[in-house]
């Protein structure tokens, strides 16, 4: 870890040497972070031009992805050369991309490890004052996914525009309701009305057995407290102090104790085979082959995810990858401007109608149209995926990657909620205080 760390610092100053060299003669170490943030905008205004220049995006994606989300801004902005640089998102790969001599213009990582350590070698060009001296309105966004982006940077700066989004809904299967004589969940009913709901429904019908609930996100309730299992300043760990934790693992008690939940008799998914009445899960839910099940996904409608009592109306809070432009881009404003694009109305629309990601927009005409190109989503209730207003995620602890909150073995444990919660929060404090010594 060290070594590995020594050598990124190592390859960011010699990369840092090589691009400033044949700079201006000012003396770089004696300005201030701000003086030096300003001049780096203004020699980016003297060398925005019409010239070509290639944008360099270092991104997880394959081709086929990234020319679907960036194949159509490469064409519309002439002056602009788009340019995928493969990458597995890691800190390690990203140094491997710095020590072949290669600076991406913008870098695309799902890592928290990453971003963390470009925000402390202070690579990232954060994004508020290049839109607060453009046209963009940073409310067209969903605020929930800019807070989520800020969540990363102890400073609360916008890291980065969002790329994207999954939401979580409650789908269900209309012919497992019918089967029961259960009226469909099509207004807002609580997690507790949705446990009541799955009891009607797990049993048998004609020889068949059936479970009324199944989630494929296990942790979507909890995501509705927008809570932090790690205090970020402090690094104290707040599963048995927070009390949505307890609340969470109270719900998931009641869920896994209701007779037959678990007793299906049959192996793989559940929902897809037609066998579940409700499914609490992302809103790609619907996309991709289902094989020879492709047919039941006529059985399936969409409804908002249930709420807290405490909470109505809130739906879990939102993530997203940061598309995070580099301080050492030579390119700043066209970088900028490519992720300018990339959130355009034009371009979201483009992405949600097939359905590759949720809108990062606010715009209804856009998020209305999520999967219209999709047979699957056609005549669906997508806007069940907006009803509600999502929880916004404040912060974020280096060490939530840490957590495992262990829902299978919850289900099988006899252990009361407190004493579980007891267990993984000790479980997670030794896990943070060999990473810390794995750091020093």
Not at 20 to 33: I, L
Not at 349 to 369: C, F, H, T
Not at 382 to 396: G, H, I, N
Request: hydrophobic share 35%; proline share 5%; with cysteine.
């Amino acid at each position: 870890m060290v070594n590995k760390r020594w050598f990124g610092w190592l390859v960011i100053g010699l990369l840092f040497t090589l691009m400033t060299s044949c700079s201006t003669n000012t003396d770089m170490h004696s300005e201030s972070q701000e003086n030096r943030l300003e001049n780096d905008q203004q020699d980016n205004k003297e060398e925005h031009s019409s010239e070509p220049v290639t944008i360099k995006i270092a991104i997880g994606w394959d081709d086929q992805i990234f020319d679907s989300r960036f194949g159509e801004i490469d064409k519309k902005l002439d002056n602009i050369n788009i340019e995928r640089i493969p990458f597995d998102t890691t800190w390690g790969g990203l140094e491997e991309i710095f020590a072949s001599g290669v600076v991406p213009d913008i870098v695309v990582s799902i890592h928290y490890d990453t971003i963390k350590e470009l925000l402390d070698a202070d690579l990232i060009y954060p994004l508020d004052d290049l839109i607060a001296n453009s046209d963009f309105n940073l409310e067209d966004l969903n605020p929930a996914l800019v807070s989520y982006a800020r969540s990363y940077d102890p400073e609360g700066r916008l890291i980065g525009m969002p790329d994207g989004v999954g939401f979580k809904a409650l789908f269900y299967n209309k012919e497992i309701f019918d089967l029961f004589g259960i009226e469909y969940p099509t207004k807002e009913i609580t997690w507790y009305e949705a446990l009541e709901l799955a009891k009607q429904m797990t049993g048998e019908r004609n020889g068949q057995k059936y479970t009324g609930l199944v989630f494929d996100e296990p942790k979507i309730p909890l995501e509705q407290w927008a809570v932090n299992p790690v205090d970020p300043d402090t690094d104290e760990v707040l599963l048995t102090k927070e009390p949505a934790f307890r609340k969470y693992y109270d719900l998931m008690r009641q869920y896994y104790s209701i007779p037959g939940i678990m007793d299906v008799g049959v192996e793989g998914n559940l929902f897809y085979q037609g066998f579940a009445a409700m499914n609490a899960g992302w809103s790609a839910t619907l996309l991709g082959d289902w094989g020879d099940l492709e047919g039941n996904k006529g059985k399936i409608e969409i409804a908002p995810v249930p709420t807290w009592p405490e909470l109505p109306g809130v739906h879990p809070y939102l993530t997203t990858t940061p598309m995070m432009i580099m301080k050492e881009s030579k390119h700043v404003n066209e970088a900028f401007a490519v992720l300018l694009e990339y959130v355009s109305e034009e371009n979201q629309l483009r992405i949600s109608r097939k359905a590759g990601s949720g809108s990062v927009l606010q715009n209804k005409d856009v998020l209305s149209q999520y999967g219209a190109d999709v047979p699957s989503y056609v005549g669906k209730n997508v806007d069940a995926f907006y009803e509600w207003t999502p929880a916004e995620l404040e912060r974020q602890s280096q060490w939530d990657r840490l957590v495992d909150y262990k829902i299978d073995d919850f289900a099988k444990s006899d252990d009361d909620v407190i004493t579980f919660l007891r267990k993984l929060q000790e479980e997670l404090e030794v896990k943070i205080k060999d990473e810390k010594a794995k750091q020093e």
